[in-house]
């Protein structure tokens, strides 16, 4: 921001672009440092450069919590330890971004299709 922490971003941030709106909210929730963190599609206004910046920051910085990343684009999540795939409601797959490409014929299919569209 032009003025650091002293840049007027008015009521509710509406100066704001969304990704902007989407940065400063993780950047708040990271310097909480909550035990537990829960982001529900954290990178949906970013461009691709600033969603791998912010998916470095999350593994680094979330050593020492639970991270729960809610998101569409498995590129925000092929990293985690644990993935969970749900199709209508209900949990169809789980493991890591290797075991889903190798056990589930639907998560492998996903992944390529976003890979090529990207």
Do not use: C
Not at 30 to 35: D, H, M, N, T
Not at 49 to 62: A, V
Request: cysteine-free; hydrophobic content about 35%.
């Amino acid at each position: 921001m032009p003025d650091g922490y002293d840049t007027i971003i008015g009521e509710r941030g509406v100066t704001l672009s969304g990704g902007q709106r989407q940065r400063v909210a993780l950047a708040r929730a990271l310097i909480k440092q909550s035990p537990i963190f829960v982001i529900d599609e954290a990178t949906r206004y970013l461009d691709t450069e600033t969603e791998s910046d912010i998916r470095e920051s999350l593994s680094t910085s979330s050593s020492d919590r639970i991270t729960i990343i809610i998101s569409h684009r498995l590129a925000s999540v092929y990293k985690s330890t644990k993935i969970i795939l749900l199709d209508d409601g209900k949990i169809i797959a789980s493991g890591s971004h290797k075991d889903l490409l190798k056990n589930s014929p639907l998560s492998a299919a996903l992944w390529i299709s976003q890979s090529t569209s990207a």
